[in-house]
């Protein structure tokens, strides 16, 4: 089985009559199936982030901090409003 997407457009003749449409079936089967994988794998990655006995973290390049998990928050005392955003560069 699979999923398309279907869609249809209007086509009119050289009076402006409406005489037929223009239908169009795309196969969208591989992308939901890389849409779902996606989903656990973010769920999966979550769960291992967020509950990992050590500190974890990520920063951009400024370097900002960008996502830490739990464990981190707690050992600098600070929650996730306080921590994003911080540039650790300038402490």
């Known amino acids: ?36 994988a996606l989903a656990e794998s973010k769920i999966r990655f979550s769960g291992f982030y967020e509950n990992a006995p050590s500190i974890m973290y990520t920063k951009d390049q400024d370097p900002n901090l960008t996502l830490a998990n739990t464990y981190h928050l ?9 921590a994003f955003g911080e540039n650790w560069a300038r402490g």
């Open 1 to 36: 089985m699979r999923d398309v997407e279907v869609s249809f457009i209007p086509h009119q003749n050289s009076a402006q009559k409406y005489d037929g449409c223009f239908g169009f079936l795309n196969d969208v089967t591989e992308r939901l199936a890389s849409e779902s």
């Open 74 to 82: 707690k050992f600098h005392g600070k929650d996730k409003t306080e």
